[in-house]
């Protein structure tokens, strides 16, 4: 029922700067909240950030101050601004979709590649 695609990812040197965007079709987008997770080489899956459909948002530590997550419900997509880029952060950044209420609806986008190197 409801389709996500991630588009924006890359190569960038440290220091720089990337906004990834994921379109969401399908829905009635402001009754989901959003979030951005990813996934480096080796790793498990981690929360990068979310955003209630009225926009109260919540960081992992390791981006707050850095990343900044945002949502158009009128474009029904949401943002991930992400400064000051360090090589650690780079994973395969996926985008999320959770029900407000029933949680156990959600879904999952196919992941876009961030490369953060010299």
């Known amino acids: 029922q409801v389709q996500l695609v991630e588009s924006g990812g890359g190569l960038v040197q440290p220091g720089g700067s990337l906004r990834l965007s994921c379109a969401a079709s399908g829905t009635i987008f402001t009754l989901y909240a959003m979030g951005w997770y990813r996934q480096a080489p080796g790793k498990q899956r981690e929360l990068v950030a979310t955003?209630?459909?009225?926009?109260?948002?919540n960081y992992a530590d390791s981006v707050k101050g850095r990343f900044t997550i945002s949502r158009d419900n009128a474009k029904n997509t949401v943002y991930l601004q992400m400064n000051s880029l360090k090589p650690e952060d780079t994973a395969v950044y996926y985008c999320?979709?959770?029900?407000?209420?029933?949680?156990?609806?959600?879904?999952w986008g196919k992941g876009t590649l961030v490369t953060v190197s010299s």
């Open positions: 955003i209630t459909g009225y926009g109260s948002t």
């Open positions: 999320n979709a959770e029900r407000t209420l029933l949680h156990y609806m959600n879904y």
